[in-house]
């Protein structure tokens, strides 16, 4: 596929005229099926977890989204790569995501200069396929000023193998909560066994309804297992008292880059900080393996506990945008963080039962 004609606009208000490039090509690549794919992305030094060909099957396997990942090129050199799905939805229609139920996921540029052929391209992509819009999550790479835009918090780590200097560089009450919970009778462990995945399933699906949140299918896990966990891309750190998980949360390791994406325990054993001592458990295990940052995931700006919980362990923080391109309207549109809202007391006030069925029906039709 060569570079169409780019769409006429501005830095504000849509994508640019990019120089023509008479060699410029377009490949939509299959992570699920293309080997070359994580070798491309590993060749950036900002490449994540969510760039990878593992979490591509596991949205496909879970949720039936089709995968449409470019790689842009020009003199047979590598210029980018943006995934993107389709989300195909008879209730929230159809459009492209980049990348859903994904955190962040930044077109990766491999050359500098005029970098306004990518969106060229994906808005000549979303009118073919008749997508209603596409999100950009995070598009800061291509350094261009994009609004309207929403914006949530990230927060990331550098890592380094000294583990008192890590510690060292966390506030005083994350230190004072680590150091309590290793004074108690709580054990920790990291764990790739599908058992794990179970019993951090099974703590994920009360802590979502305390959010008044429904909890995604347990196949998403299951799949996630298959295809990350199992492979060791992927990790669960447990804390257990007597014999019964009470905390855990699931990590990734792509490339140079952790990734902290899930996390639930049982209200009952809060005072003993089992959170604290699973994510301390966590980055010491992956300082020991060279890794050189964690990232925390996206929080939304409403949510100040979960910032306050993120700059504890020293993290830097960063703004994320989030942009959508309206097909019809051949503009930037407006969209809003959903973390609060009425949708919260129904879920949490949802039988377990019932709210389990919500989030497995729900979440085909969500990104």
């Known amino acids: 596929m060569k570079y169409p004609p780019a769409m006429p606009g501005t830095k504000t208000n849509g994508p640019q005229k990019a120089a023509p490039k008479a060699d410029g090509e377009v490949k939509f690549l299959d992570p699920s099926l293309d080997s070359e794919w994580d070798q491309l992305v590993l060749s950036h030094p900002e490449a994540t977890f969510f760039h990878s060909s593992a979490w591509a099957r596991t949205l496909t396997r879970t949720y039936g989204h089709k995968p ?54 994906l808005s000549a992509l979303a009118s073919e396929h008749a997508w209603k819009h596409f999100e950009l999550r995070d598009p800061r790479s291509l350094d261009m000023v994009i609004d309207p835009a929403i914006q949530y918090l990230s927060h990331s780590l550098k890592l380094m193998q000294d583990p008192d200097a890590l510690f060292a560089g ?56 298959d295809e990350a966990i199992r492979t060791g891309i ?68 409403a949510d100040e506990g979960l910032r306050r919980f993120k700059l504890g362990w020293g993290s830097a923080e960063e703004v994320i945008r989030y942009v959508r391109w309206n097909t019809a309207s051949g503009q930037w549109a407006a969209t809003k963080d959903r973390l609060r809202g009425a949708h919260n007391m129904l879920f949490a006030n949802m039988p377990p039962a019932l709210n389990r069925l919500a989030g497995t029906l729900l979440y085909p039709h969500l990104d």
């Open 68 to 121: 449409f990942y470019l790689s842009f090129s020009s003199s047979q050199e590598l210029q980018a790569l943006v995934p993107m799905m389709e989300v195909n939805s008879a209730f929230t229609g159809r459009r492209g995501v980049s990348l859903p139920f994904s955190d962040f996921c930044s077109p990766l540029l491999f050359q500098k200069g005029d970098n306004s052929y990518v969106l060229s391209i």
């Open 170 to 225: 966390f506030s005083s009450p994350v230190r004072r909560a680590i150091r309590k919970a290793e004074k108690s009778k709580l054990s920790v462990q990291v764990s790739q066994s599908m058992q794990s995945v179970r019993d951090f399933y099974r703590l994920h699906v009360h802590t979502r309804r305390q959010h008044g949140l429904p909890p995604q299918p347990f196949s998403f896990f299951r799949n996630l297992y």
């Open 234 to 301: 992927g990790f669960v750190v447990q804390a257990t008292l007597e014999k019964r998980c009470v905390a855990a949360a699931i990590f990734f390791r792509f490339g140079r880059m952790a990734l902290y994406k899930y996390g639930a325990s049982d209200p009952a054993a809060h005072e003993l900080r089992a959170n604290n001592l699973v994510m301390w458990e966590a980055i010491r295990f992956l300082a020991r393996g060279a890794c050189e940052s964690l990232h925390f995931g996206r929080t939304s700006l």
